[in-house]
């Protein structure tokens, strides 16, 4: 089981940026698929960007592509995600995931596939 911390919520003005980071820690985290989520209440969690270790692949959704960027760093295992551009419609609970395997652009999008979830770290911004 992969155990996962994010970090880097906060409160921000539209226009503004932050920088979210999750470590992972755990056996045998190769090969790794990492991705980020987020919820508002009453709604689903839906994907907001990812990245495959192994392919070295990286996928957005399409409302935060161009504003956020995915990266990650071997040691310790992480992902982050820097958010730029920020708009009170980003305002949510973000949740870092984690798959042990190597993900396409497509298949990184499909929140079933991820076994192991942060705790969630909100982000909110003003107008």
């Known amino acids: 089981q992969v155990q996962l911390v994010e970090s880097g919520g906060g409160t921000v003005q539209a226009g503004g940026s932050l920088k979210l980071a999750c470590v992972a820690s755990g056996r045998n985290l190769s090969p790794i698929s990492m991705a980020w989520f987020r919820q508002t209440p009453g709604k689903d969690r839906v994907f907001v960007a990812g990245i495959s270790w192994l392919r070295g692949a990286t996928g957005y959704a399409d409302s935060v592509k161009g504003r956020f960027n995915i990266s990650r760093d071997n040691v310790p295992t992480t992902v982050y995600l820097q958010m730029n551009s920020l708009k009170p419609e980003d305002t949510a609970l973000y949740y870092c995931?984690?798959?042990?395997?190597?993900?396409?652009?497509?298949?990184?999008?499909?929140?079933?596939?991820?076994?192991?979830w942060g705790q969630g770290t909100q982000v909110s911004v003003s107008s």
């Open positions: 995931a984690a798959f042990l395997g190597a993900t396409t652009v497509r298949s990184m999008r499909d929140r079933r596939l991820y076994g192991s």
